[in-house]
């Protein structure tokens, strides 16, 4: 469990400004608050097309009080690449080097961008803000929507037909020497992952959980509830993962039954019991699956 203590951690840092354009109980604005208390002003963002291009806003009227390099979907690691070695010329080693990017950016079109820095190991801390669809452009699925979800391209009738893609194993698979799953609902977790982050070098992973009242059909005061509801069961397992081999989990998950989740939001609302006995039995086998990785884990460690 956390060491750090919440009141610790969000002092009055405005580095995101009041009067964001971010939908009422979007939870990304929240994690970009947090996670520049956690590394401070010497940050630059680059955020490639996604719902947080608009959320930060248009130069000279940017909600965030670091340096922001709005670019095109596929090319946030590319630029944060150059961007960092541009820095690197300057002299100014120590400036942090972020991307900050939505689940279709990082699980499709970003993919190979993002591989590429990795494989090259950058000095870049990537952080993915899953909301699991395209939001930005009107809730068209993406890889990382889950199975059985609506979206506009996946109607009621038909519904979302893929298993979600697993980022964290993608990204431990390239060896990288940190990647972790936090969300902002558990703050205080979620703080002191950046705060590794911000301590290691190379390229640095971090995929968070988000939830999008829109997108989700769910009120404007649940997105966090729910995020807490992924975790406990078993939805969003909480890892870390050095370099592609110490897989750890940094929560405890109950193992809760999914249904309450599920049924708190629209986007599943078309789901009847036999899809959720399958969605809940996928759960149980991906976490089998994830014990046996922890375990052999450990093992290797004795
Ligand atoms: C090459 C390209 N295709 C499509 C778009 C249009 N577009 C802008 S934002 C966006 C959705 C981004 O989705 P995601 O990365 O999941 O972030 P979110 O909007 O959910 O925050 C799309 C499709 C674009 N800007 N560039
Ligand atoms: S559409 Fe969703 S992700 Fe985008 S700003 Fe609104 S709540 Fe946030």
Redesign the pocket.
Known sequence: MSQVRIDQLIPEGKLLASGH???P????PLAMKLALNALGPNTVAVIPAS?FT??SGPWPQSSLQVPVFHTAFATGPAVASGVRAALDMQGKHDTNVIVWV?DGGTFDIGLQSLSGAAERNENIMYFCYD?EAY??TGIQRSSATPWGAWTTTTPAQFPEASPKKDMLAIMAAHGIPYAATATPAYPADFIEKVMKMKQARGTRFMHLL?P????WKCGDDEGLELARLAVQSRVFPMLEVEYGQRWRLTMDHAGDPVEPYLRRQGRFRHLNAEQVTHIQSEIDARWAQLQRRLDAETLAAV
């Open positions: 354009l971010a939908c109980g979007c939870a990304a719902c608009i959320i939505g909301n939001m930005n988000s999008c009242p829109p997108g």
